[in-house]
Nanobody
């Protein structure tokens, strides 16, 4: 089992930045690829970014490419999502998740956090 806890969400103005953190406990964190997803009210959960076990490979949704950066610190059992140039359409609950490989498909992630709210005002 892997337990995931997100933090760092909040309210920010458009054009601002936030950095989300996801702390992991349980089985060896470095065994897992990690992903960030988000879900806005009335919408399906969507892929945001993912990173492989070493941090050497990342992938992003087109909607966040160039604005968001995913990274990880295996010594701290933590994955991050740096979000810059935020837009109102980025407003959502953000979830981190763990999988056996880098994937954009939510059904391939075995472990999920409870989410953190990000609200971007215009």
């Amino acid at each position: 089992q892997v337990q995931l806890v997100e933090s760092g969400g909040g309210l920010v103005q458009a054009g601002g930045s936030l950095k989300l953190s996801c702390s992991a406990s349980g089985r060896a964190f470095s065994n897992y690829a990690m992903g960030w997803f988000r879900q806005a009210p009335g919408k399906e959960r969507e892929f945001v970014a993912a990173i492989n076990w070493s941090g050497g490979s990342t992938t992003y949704a087109d909607s966040v490419k160039g604005r968001f950066t995913i990274s990880r610190d295996n010594a701290r059992n933590t994955v991050y999502l740096q979000m810059n140039s935020l837009k109102p359409e980025d407003t959502a609950v953000y979830y981190c998740a763990a999988a056996s490989r880098v994937t954009t498909r939510s059904n391939e992630y075995n472990y999920w956090g409870q989410g953190t709210q990000v609200t971007v005002s215009s």
